[in-house]
């Protein structure tokens, strides 16, 4: 006898097949309560062609500008540049997950009913990551979110199921923050063929685009007049690489090409993974797959899949920050992690001469942070891996201490070895500045505007000035400072990573919150934890051990740039 989930994904597949889709090479299996549903291969699909998914059948903005019930109060929204294209495909699957009778209805129940992302976190879950980025982000995530739908969402989902005949049961904030992770876990940016978008276009010597109605058009793909611009608009303009309607951007434009934000159901069940088994692509003529408007999935493989072997996606080179805080799951050594070092824009005030430094600061574009890629460290004075590129020694800096007024001031030795971004140094260095070097700096650049200023220096002149008077040796010292207090605020909550590591090799997932304990879990010395804990742990783990590697080439850098003389 067929389980609820095989039921619901029998009814999914069947839906699929009415709209279009084509399972030509593979199926979609249950995996676990973890991971939900993938993709796996069915047969030897010779042109690689595993799924084909008509694009009619993705959730994207102008889908939403369309429909029945929701299309009118959304296009009027929209117009007036009170929500954007998220928005509004959140605000369509929160509808219709409570709508009596959605034809979405077999879609939306394979999808999952909670996430692993911090939103979902119990309270406990959420304690594991204080003292990182993430622990502030989510804090504050989930306040925007609940003042967004007390203060707007809840009234407006009321007003639109009244116009379809009301609910079987009232809305929550659990609904709005589940629509909310489905696109954010789920959502594709497509690139749409311009004439899937646009089906009718005449150019209009005002540069503005007119789109006529289709007087026959399909419940399927309604006209773009409708779809985008309302009933009583006719023209949308492009300014530049965007489409806008009355001001607001819908989408954005690259030649023939139109980059939108959607759901392609289907597709969107394939699962990440480093070595992704298979890509997505779009045919805009059906000459790849026969089938016009579509989209994709196409293998990669060299040799034809093992059975059980879950053919994977990749979503991009993600680190574990961004993977927990997006999808809800993390990779254990994540060779595409990273840590993110910021100096806070409100302390500027209580520095001294911060009037002068916030104008050089503006006048050099200051990066305030900068993500500090673990590959970095390939190529420091420490490596711990394997340099992906053997010539990085000879590896040319694009560094704007190469010039120099005095001809005093020197490329130092170390520089080919210095992991830290260029930009980021620069406004540590104009940060930390002393007063005599406050005055070089403004002596260097009446230099080279004159002292009645007849023009402003640039950018790459001011920061040239910066180098000049500072060297390397005050940024390094702030960078030092930095990191050990992101390493004190990351080990005070949850310890070393010694402790985390421990924690990891004791780590025994549950799904039973019963069994979640705070110390040994049984006689072996396991510990009972929720897969939400042991992500955390992952996570906060690694931003432990980048700390760590990152400050100890800062420092190793500090101490060559103060032993080179006539350097700092």
């Known amino acids: 006898m067929a389980t609820p989930v095989e039921e619901r994904l029998e009814q999914f597949i069947q839906w699929l097949q009415v709209n279009g889709a084509e399972l030509r090479g593979c199926k979609i299996k249950y995996c676990d309560s973890n991971r939900g549903c993938g993709l796996y291969p069915s047969n030897d699909a010779s042109d690689g062609i595993l799924f084909v998914v008509p694009l009619d059948l993705a959730i994207t903005p102008m889908r939403v500008l369309q429909d029945p019930l929701l299309g009118s109060e959304c296009r009027a929204m929209f117009a007036e540049g009170e929500v954007d294209d998220r928005f509004l495909m959140t605000l369509f699957l929160m509808v219709e997950r409570l709508r009596k009778n959605s034809s979405w209805k077999s879609y939306l129940d394979m999808l999952p009913t909670t996430f692993g992302n911090p939103l979902w976190f119990t309270a406990d879950e959420l304690l594991e990551l204080k003292g990182t980025t993430l622990y502030r982000a989510t804090e504050l995530q989930k306040k925007t979110l609940l003042n967004l739908y007390n203060g707007r969402v809840k009234d407006l989902v009321k007003k639109l199921l009244t116009l379809d005949g009301g609910s079987e049961r009232e809305s929550s904030f659990e609904d709005f923050l589940w629509a909310n992770s489905v696109f954010w876990t789920r959502a594709l940016n497509i690139p749409l063929p311009h004439s899937f978008v646009f089906p009718k276009i005449c150019e209009q010597p005002n540069s503005c685009l007119s789109i006529d109605k289709c007087s026959e058009a399909s419940t399927e793909h309604n006209s773009i007049n409708e779809v985008i611009n ?73 040799s034809p899949f093992q059975i059980e072997k879950e053919i994977t996606i990749s979503y991009g080179n993600k680190g574990n920050e961004e993977l927990l805080y997006l999808y809800g799951f993390v990779i254990d050594n994540n060779p595409d992690d990273y840590l993110m070092v910021h100096y806070p824009v409100e302390a500027i005030k209580s520095i001294p001469f911060s009037d002068s430094k916030s104008q050089l600061l503006e006048a050099q574009k200051a990066e305030m942070r900068c993500l500090l890629h673990k590959s970095l460290l390939d190529h420091g004075f420490f490596p711990v891996g394997f340099p992906k590129d053997k010539c990085s020694a000879n590896k040319e800096v694009g560094r704007t201490c190469n010039y120099s007024w005095s001809g005093q001031r020197k490329t130092p030795s170390y520089v080919n070895t210095l992991v830290f971004p260029e930009d980021f140094l620069n406004t540590l260095r104009t940060i930390a500045m002393r007063e005599d070097e406050l005055f070089q700096v403004s002596s260097l650049l009446e230099e080279l505007v004159g002292t009645a200023g007849e023009r402003q220096p640039s950018d790459v002149e001011v920061r040239a000035a910066v180098w000049e008077a500072c060297g390397d040796s005050g940024a390094l010292q702030l960078l030092v400072d930095l990191l050990h207090v992101k390493m004190t605020d990351l080990e005070e909550y949850s310890g070393t990573e010694d402790c985390d590591t421990e924690l990891l090799e004791k780590a025994c997932i549950t799904n039973c919150p019963k069994e979640f304990k705070g110390d040994f879990g049984d006689k072996s010395g396991r510990i009972m934890m929720s897969r939400n804990t042991w992500s955390s742990i992952v996570y906060r783990r690694g931003q432990k051990q980048l700390t760590r590697l990152f400050l100890k080439e800062a420092e190793h850098a500090l101490q060559l740039s103060l032993s080179n003389t006539g350097l700092d």
């Open 230 to 302: 309302g009933k009583d608009m006719k023209e949308c303009q492009i300014m530049g690489n965007d489409v806008e309607v009355n001001g607001a951007e819908v989408i954005s434009v690259q030649k023939d090409t139109v980059w939108v934000e959607g759901l392609v159901p289907g597709i969107d069940f394939c699962n990440h993974d480093l070595k992704a088994a298979a890509t997505w692509e779009v045919d805009a003529t059906g000459s790849v797959t026969r089938v016009p408007f579509s989209m994709y999935l196409l293998s990669v493989e060299q």
